[in-house]
């Protein structure tokens, strides 16, 4: 799947930046998210996803990070994945 600019929230982005467990936990979050593992969605959703990866639809994956919880969001035409708080969507 091709995932476009990878790009984060200020949000996200500030956390990061003062969080060494966020930043590893988020690592391995999007190392989840490339593997196909969406994370916290209803089966549903995880459903969705995985039809979107074929079909070219917007991928949204969840996942708590050190106890924060954060969405990944590929878009539609694969041309931006951004990293972001629930609250900032």
Known sequence: ???GQIVATRGVADLME???????ALAAAFLRYQAGDWGEVCPEDW???D???RDGERILAAYTCAGVKIWIITE??????????PDEY
């Open 51 to 53: 039809a979107g990866v």
């Open 76 to 85: 539609w035409d694969r041309s931006a994945t951004t990293f972001l708080f």
């Open 47 to 49: 459903a969705m996803n």
């Open 18 to 24: 003062r969080d060494d467990a966020f930043r590893a």
């Open 1 to 3: 799947m091709e995932y």
